[in-house]
């Protein structure tokens, strides 16, 4: 029996006792007992870590996730992420392509060549290849219609109860409102349940259930064009 | 996937959402990031489910999702340090207060962070072998088919992850010795 034997046992069985033909030696030998309570004094120590509890709505951010990834529309059947790579790849050759179609006149970079090649400007509306456009002034007083952004919970976005204010926002800004209608859920709004502003709009909706919700806010103007914007977001239970 | 495969992987998440978490935890040794590669990893066992063959556990075949996430979120930390971006400040570490409160509970002795920061300065294959023994009770045959190694290999490992582990901790080695002396010749 030698100390080689003893390291060797510890080393291939981790978490053992020592056998008693072991034993006896590690009782006579101070470095192989050293060793030995070591170890055995380490594996308590990382065998009694406690555990950490979940962080809350772990699961309910994990299925907001999952529908959120679900929802994401496929485009040739690529992923978003395999998709904007596609896209780079094929920005890259084209930019490669154009470059290398492009004939690079001799002496382009010599300053005096570009004085020598310099052609005269040509009168606005007379620059040759291009048809003259007329190109008129919007009339005014006739602006175009207000589009609806959502602000908070945005699309997809997760919310908590307590902390649930539906903003919008409006661009152009809304200078004269014919009428706005808030549905979530399908469910109308009544008119003091939101507060509306030229260029947004608050949502104070009685006290909604956990899960998926959607709005809908439809805008008519004075000119009587609508314009509408739904969306979801995944509202969390309380923290207890 | 179909509603029947949904509620199974519903279930499959109730059964290892913890114990995933903790993996990450103590590989990442960060809160906020655990939560965030616990549930990528659980995004992408979801749609790899209906490649799952039932050939290993399903909790190797998930564990073994999770360490590859976890090295390839390495590599890009590495690459993004590289090019200096990216990097956390130590404010960022723990941004949830909930979380605080959790590394608080969990870390009520001192020995228990300097157990977390040993373990998490450890090198990556070191690390991964011993968080999945000592705080995963996986064996060294299941160590090795997640980490697709031999189990020679994980017991090699195991042992010089300990050596190190023993020289980090090697004053709280000691005390917990004293300790356990004390404890005996008070007996």
């Known amino acids: ?240 | 996937m179909t509603d029947t495969n949904k509620i199974e992987f519903d279930r499959i998440v109730q059964r290892y959402d913890k114990r995933l978490f903790n993996l990450l935890f103590r590989l990442s040794g960060d809160y906020d990031l655990a939560q965030d590669l616990a549930q990528e990893v659980f995004l992408i066992a979801y749609k790899e489910y209906s490649k799952f063959r039932g050939e290993s556990d399903f909790f190797t075949w998930l564990y073994r999702i999770a360490v590859n996430h976890h090295r390839r979120y390495l590599r890009k930390q590495k690459l993004k340090s590289f090019f200096g971006l990216g990097e956390r400040t130590p404010e960022e570490e723990v941004s949830d207060p909930g979380a605080l409160e959790q590394m608080e509970n969990i870390e009520r002795l001192p020995q228990d962070q300097m157990v977390r920061q040993a373990v998490s300065e450890l090198p990556a294959e070191f690390k991964e072998t011993v968080v999945l023994y000592y705080f995963e009770d996986q064996a060294c045959d299941d160590i090795a088919k997640i980490l697709g190694c031999s189990p020679g290999t994980v017991k090699s490992r195991l042992w010089r992850g300990r050596q190190i582990l023993a020289q980090k901790l090697s004053g709280l080695n000691a005390a917990v010795n004293q300790g356990g002396k004390n404890e005996l010749s008070a007996n």
């Open chain 1, 1 to 240: 029996m030698n100390c080689q034997q003893i390291e060797l046992f510890i080393r291939e069985n981790p978490g053992l006792t020592l056998p008693p033909r072991l034993q006896s030696h590690i009782l006579e030998c101070p470095d192989c007992r050293a060793l030995a309570e070591g170890q055995g004094a380490l594996e308590a120590i990382l065998k009694s870590q406690p555990r950490l509890e979940l962080p809350p709505h772990f699961q309910a951010r994990l299925w907001a996730r999952i529908s959120q990834a679900e929802a994401r529309p496929k485009f040739m059947g690529l992923q978003p992420a395999r998709l904007s790579l596609a896209a780079s790849a094929l920005m890259v050759a084209a930019v490669t392509l154009l470059f290398l179609r492009t004939p690079v006149p001799e002496n382009t970079f010599a300053p005096q060549a570009v004085i020598q090649n310099a052609a005269p400007v040509p009168a606005q509306g007379n620059i040759p290849g291009i048809a003259k456009t007329n190109i008129t002034a919007r009339e005014p007083g006739i602006t175009e219609p207000s589009r609806i952004y959502p602000v908070w919970p945005g699309e997809q976005d997760v919310a908590e109860i307590r902390d649930l204010n539906i903003v919008a926002s409006f661009y152009p800004a809304v200078k004269s409102p014919g009428a706005i209608k808030v549905t979530i859920d399908d469910q109308p709004l009544a008119s003091g349940q939101y507060q509306f502003k030229e260029d947004y709009l608050t949502i104070a909706p009685n006290p909604l259930p956990p899960g998926q919700h959607v709005v809908l806010v439809s805008l008519t103007d004075r000119e009587g064009r609508e314009t509408n914007k739904s969306w979801s977001f995944y509202l969390l239970e309380e923290r207890s």
